[in-house]
């Protein structure tokens, strides 16, 4: 073997070496790389791109019939709580209004009435108790007076007569006087009937005078506004939409294999499409899917046919995200999201097992009419019985 040869042996051998090591080194540093990837990410954690977000749709939709005469917000627009989104023409309204309480003050007078027959039929049983007391003293004194021959038998007779006109006559206004008090017992002036009734439709009406204003339930933004001025709109017709965007949660469907380690209350981690990477959410699982989308559809799958083909179904599992984090970066409905959910901590429930203490959603723009409407009832009650009482300005 040549000098050159011997030395083209020892270097090939080395080359393999460095080969060699090169990649069993790779193959290390994949293992390493598959474990740290496996024990942080793979154990542990669900992820889903199939979420997107959703929140509160507060449609705006008449309670009575009426022409709309001005609009006062347009979609993307800023409304607060309580804020007139919509005004219809309210000269029916008013005229409705008006009447109900003529109707109120002419029903106090009527029942203050049927109070003074009251008195004016005990006044009249009275009377006829004195005229019967007369009638038989004078009856008394007769007799005495026949018995002493003083008298003869037709005054005797007569006496009679006049004191069992007398019995009739107050037997008459008894029944008169039992007839005027049952259209008033056990009640006032303010709890009769008839004027409850006519206060009902004071309260009605002035309820409809009010609504001509529609106002906003909550505070949010206007979408899907499709009503114009001059539409002529009935009660339910969807006329525009307040979407409270501080108030939104993500919907992320996942897979049902996925669900077997997902506890409410577990932690998730949120990004959006909106702005990528650089914006991360945070959230926590408030609810798991009851149902399957199939399940819920107009059409669900019958699964029972012949033609069956098993499809792995998806469940929306209900994350509520950090408020302070939607207001710094805001979220609008139905935006993609990619979702990361951190179920290593299994001590949640699967299901929630206690009812809500309180509301989840409310609002009481509708609940602030009853001063107003007691105040008037209680001042045209006052001007048309001075002796009434002042029942609704203390309510």
Request: glycine letters at 6%.
């Amino acid at each position: 073997m040549s000098q050159a040869t011997e030395k083209q042996v020892p270097a090939k051998s080395g080359q393999r070496k460095k080969s060699l090591m090169v990649f069993v080194s790779a193959l290390i540093l994949t293992g390493v790389g598959s474990a740290f990837w496996y024990f942080n990410y793979g154990i542990g954690s669900e992820s889903t791109d199939d979420a997107y977000v959703n929140g509160n749709l507060v449609q705006i939709t008449p309670e009575i019939v009426g022409t709309v005469t001005s609009i006062a917000a347009d979609d993307g627009d800023f409304v607060q709580k309580g804020q007139v989104l919509v005004h219809f023409d309210n000269s029916d309204a008013d005229i409705a209004f008006d009447s109900a309480e003529a109707n109120l003050a002419q029903s106090v007078r009527q029942v203050r009435a049927l109070f003074n027959n009251v008195e004016q039929a005990k006044a009249v049983v009275a009377e006829q108790k004195i005229g019967l007391r007369k009638a038989q003293s004078d009856l008394i004194r007769r007799q005495n007076m026949v018995k002493a021959g003083g008298l003869s038998q037709e005054e005797l007779s007569h006496a009679q007569d006049m004191m069992n006109s007398a019995e009739k006559a107050l037997a008459v206004a008894q029944q008169q006087l039992n007839s005027q008090e049952a259209l008033i017992k056990n009640t006032s002036i303010e709890t009769h009937p008839l004027v409850k009734a006519a206060i009902a439709k004071v309260r009605q009406t002035y309820l409809d005078k009010k609504r001509t204003d529609l106002v906003a339930p909550v505070s949010g933004y206007v979408a899907r506004r499709n009503v114009q001025v001059g539409q002529r709109v009935t009660p339910g017709a969807a006329l525009m939409a307040v979407v409270p965007l501080t108030n939104v949660w993500v919907d992320a469907n996942f897979k049902e294999t996925q669900l077997r380690d997902m506890r409410i209350g577990q932690d998730a981690t949120i990004i959006a499409d909106l702005y990528g990477d650089k914006v991360e959410y945070h959230g926590k699982v408030e609810s798991l899917g009851i149902g399957t989308g199939s399940a819920f559809s107009l059409l669900p799958a019958q699964n029972a046919t012949g033609n069956w083909i098993k499809v792995v179904q998806r469940l929306p599992v209900r994350i509520k995200l950090d408020e302070t984090e939607l207001t710094k970066n805001p979220l609008r409905i139905g935006l993609s999201m990619n979702v990361d959910v951190d179920t290593a901590n299994k001590n949640g429930e699967l299901l929630s097992i206690s009812a809500p203490k309180q509301a989840r959603y409310e609002t009481d723009v509708y609940t602030n009419h009853d001063e107003s409407i007691n105040s008037i009832i209680s001042q045209i009650i006052a001007e048309n019985d001075e002796s009434s009482s002042t029942l609704y300005a203390k309510k």
